[in-house]
């Protein structure tokens, strides 16, 4: 079963490229006209909580989640987290954290490469401090208790498993002056040897210009063996960059993605489709204008072959994450909005936490629990849970 990707591993970088703005209300429009205000009003929560989770034995020593860097919940038990230096699972909904470390020390940092397919599986690069085109993959089929470890031909990137077994990754080789190359792998024994399918880095042999060197790559989305979607942005204007293969990274194609009317001379940018199941996708794209920005959902019912602009625009919207065919949540810096009918519609919820410019990274698992990390001007980080769609909030690990 297709896993949902882009906010599900959330992390305090996942911010969209030179937006440096102070977030406010968040409104919808359907031009490019200067948005009217709406007040976003409280929403309630639903009156009867989702059970506790139950607890379950995690070998590794309790560790407090202060330091997280990024994090992922699979279900409203079992998530998974990264500091600079280790690896933190819980099993009852954040309540308690176990170090589960490999024994070697390592240093991860914000752009570590990492997937988390189950409570079982897990994978995390640590690059090479002094090649960043090598690293060491850790990889665990046992929540942790045990890791192995392979050498990998790239450092940093954007990872995503398929299965236990079958993994993609788009390797960052470097970017400069609105270009970036990247090199494409697939594992099929767990992550123990890769296969390289492509590059667009000129100075690399068989590079190819499918996917051009031009524009910055956001990271990719994996549905299957051969399917894949590269998303970024391009400093040229009224271009939606997404890329697609269905023939596992060997060619790419430009995915047709029309451009919100009104919003042909904005810069675009997507981190990448959503797809909550094998045919239903959301595409987010970020439109930076002289007004400020605003959020476009797109949604595809064929699997990615095409896509519609749902009828909302978001102003100053930021994170999106869509939990099933139907409901989604989006954060605009200062509150959420959620939908319950595939982006046609959406409804205000103001938080009783004021996040701010503190918020890191959103993961909801399902309309009604959620997580948001939070990081203070120290970088000094804390996690927070929502039983009621984003309406009132707990810190964990107090």
């Known amino acids: 079963m297709l896993r949902r990707r882009l906010a599900k591993w959330s992390s305090v970088g ?6 440096k703005l102070s977030w406010v209300t968040l409104v919808f429009v359907a031009s490019a006209c200067t948005p009217e205000l709406l007040p976003i009003p409280v929403t309630q929560g639903p ?12 070998q590794g020593a309790l560790a407090e989640p202060h330091g997280i860097i990024a994090f992922r919940m699979l279900d409203a038990a079992d998530g998974w987290a990264i500091t ?56 665990s089929s046992d929540g942790g208790d045990t890791w192995s470890e392979s050498p990998v031909p790239f450092g940093s990137g954007s990872l995503r498993f398929l299965d236990p077994k079958r993994g993609w990754m788009m390797a960052d080789l470097g970017a400069g002056a609105g270009s970036m190359g990247i090199a494409v792998f697939q594992t099929q024994d767990s992550g123990a040897t890769w296969s390289q399918s492509y590059t667009n880095d000129p100075t690399k042999p068989g590079a190819s210009r499918s996917l051009p060197l031009g524009g910055l790559k956001d990271g990719i989305t994996v549905t299957g063996p ?18 697609q293969t269905s023939d596992g990274g060997v060619t790419w194609t430009k995915s047709p993605v029309a451009v919100p009317a009104g919003y042909e001379e904005a810069e675009l940018e997507t981190p990448g489709p959503i797809f909550v199941n094998s045919d239903v996708g959301y595409l987010p794209v970020h439109l930076s204008t002289q007004n400020g920005i605003m959020l476009a959902i797109y949604v595809s019912r064929d699997g ?13 919207g930021r994170t999106a994450d869509f939990v099933s065919p139907e409901t989604g949540f989006v954060w605009n810096g200062s509150g959420f909005y959620v939908t319950s009918d595939a982006a046609q519609s959406w409804t205000a919820i103001a938080p009783d936490m004021d996040f701010g410019d503190t918020f890191g990274g959103m993961d909801f698992v399902d309309r009604r629990v959620g997580f948001v990390l939070r990081t203070d001007s120290n970088g000094s980080s804390s996690l927070y849970k929502t039983l009621d769609g984003g309406a009132t909030w707990t810190q964990l690990g107090k």
């Open 304 to 316: 990615g072959s095409s896509w519609l602009q749902s009828p909302s625009l978001i102003a100053q």
């Open 47 to 58: 009156t009867a909580a989702p059970p506790t989770p139950t607890s379950v034995a995690i």
């Open 84 to 139: 600079s230096n280790s690896l933190l699972r819980t099993a009852d909904g954040g309540a308690t954290w176990h170090d589960v470390s490999p024994s070697a020390p390592q240093t991860y940092g914000y752009g570590a490469a990492s997937d988390f397919l189950d409570a079982d599986h897990a994978w995390v690069l640590a690059p090479d401090p002094n090649d960043m085109e090598n690293g060491i993959l850790y990889r």
């Open 14 to 19: 996942m911010s969209i490229r030179k937006i």
């Open 226 to 243: 051969l399917a894949a979607w590269i998303g970024g942005v391009t400093y040229a204007p009224g271009t939606v960059y997404l890329y």
